[in-house]
């Protein structure tokens, strides 16, 4: 399942992103890769020990941590510092799978993973994230802000950049719900149950989905 995440960062928090991310130093992103990856991996982040990340992961972390949609998609027990990527001209991510379990330290396991897109896409050309899902390839280029959530164990690549920088925060998720069509299937009736919540709330048919919906999340969370 993707999940698309409107909005979530606004205009003047991206004004701030991009004047850190612009003053920033940026490293060869292969440098951060798992083996199989670093033969495909042809871009830049910002370079691990610049002091900027602090500012940044209050900044986008804080406002992704907030957002409800994201906390009933994804279910997170723990989220990684996440990584800030600049893709010019040229560059490109070919074809790879995230590691299933990253940390330096406290170790997790990688369930979702998260790209936000930090500008505008008129600002370049390509640089699509291709998803490979059941249905087919998903191609995500999205407005400056907004997020995408998708499985970690999916394939999925970011087409070569032929104009302009794209720039994004990427990150991934253990989430307390380990199975990705029980997480799905619990975040479809969660937004059933907010809206009998906010519409009906005295129905003995919002006690009933509330009540199923938090017994599910007791019995399928691990935490
Ligand atoms: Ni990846």
Known sequence: ??????????????????????AGHFADGSESAGMAAQRVKHNQELA??????????????????????YRS???????????????????????????????DGPLYRSDVSVTIFLNNPAEYDGGELIINTTFGQQSVKLAAGDAVLYPSSSIH????????????????IQSMVRNPEQRALLH???QARETLLREQP?????????????????????V
């Open 1 to 22: 399942m993707l999940t698309h995440i409107t909005g979530v960062l606004n205009e003047p928090q991206l004004g701030a992103v991009r004047r850190l991310l612009d």
């Open 157 to 172: 690549r970011v087409a070569e950049v032929t104009r302009g920088e794209r720039l994004v925060a990427v990150s991934w």
């Open 48 to 69: 691990l020990d610049d002091a900027r990340h602090t500012e940044l992961n209050n900044l986008v972390m804080g406002c992704l941590v907030r957002n409800p949609l």
């Open 73 to 103: 998609a994804a279910m997170p027990l723990k989220i990684a510092t996440p990584y800030y990527a600049r893709y010019t001209q040229g560059m490109s991510y070919g074809d790879h799978v995230d590691d299933p379990v990253m940390g």
């Open 202 to 222: 005295d129905s003995e048919d919002t006690r009933r989905v509330n009540q199923s919906y938090i017994n599910l999340v007791r019995m399928w969370s691990e």
């Open 188 to 190: 479809e009736l969660n």
